[in-house]
């Protein structure tokens, strides 16, 4: 039980280390004010209705599109690199007397104790089940 609970919160906090530094990307394609796309990390797709710019170069005019784009990003912690040197000499005393506190509790037990080890069984007398006739099937 002990250990199960130990993995999971150890993968609860991968997990959430995992969310917080990497980056997000959302891109959304709009078409006529409905939602045509989304996608995560990537570009979405266009719906094909985005109307061309102009040919003639002596127009720099853009035509008005129906189609738009939204892109929510999400910047993640890039400073993770913390040096064991940047620490003061108190807080290095605590993590490594804690550190080694909390690994010396999980050490895993080698073979389990038997608590009647050194009491021999009871003397069988009579043989119970044969005599009441109650067989396990």
């Given amino acids: 039980m002990k250990e199960t ?4 919160f150890s993968i609860l906090m991968a997990m959430l280390l995992l969310v917080s530094t990497t980056s997000w990307a ?5 078409c006529m004010g409905h939602l045509m796309d ?6 979405a797709q266009d719906c094909g209705m985005d109307m061309a710019l102009s040919d003639d170069t002596s127009k720099m005019e853009e ?3 129906c189609c738009d784009d939204e892109t929510i990003v999400v910047d993640g912690q890039d400073n993770l690199k ?3 040197e940047d620490i003061d000499l108190g807080q290095q005393f605590f993590l490594v007397s804690f550190a080694y506190s ?5 050490k895993p037990i080698e073979e389990r104790p038997v608590p009647n080890e ?11 089940h044969i005599l009441d006739e109650v067989f396990l099937i």
């Fill in 5 to 8: 609970v130990h993995r999971l």
């Fill in 26 to 30: 959302v891109d959304k394609h709009y």
């Fill in 38 to 43: 989304v996608a995560f990390f990537v570009d």
């Fill in 63 to 65: 035509k008005s599109s």
């Fill in 82 to 84: 913390i040096s064991f």
């Fill in 102 to 106: 909390y690994l010396n509790v999980l």
């Fill in 118 to 128: 050194h009491y021999p069984p009871p003397l069988l007398v009579k043989d119970i």
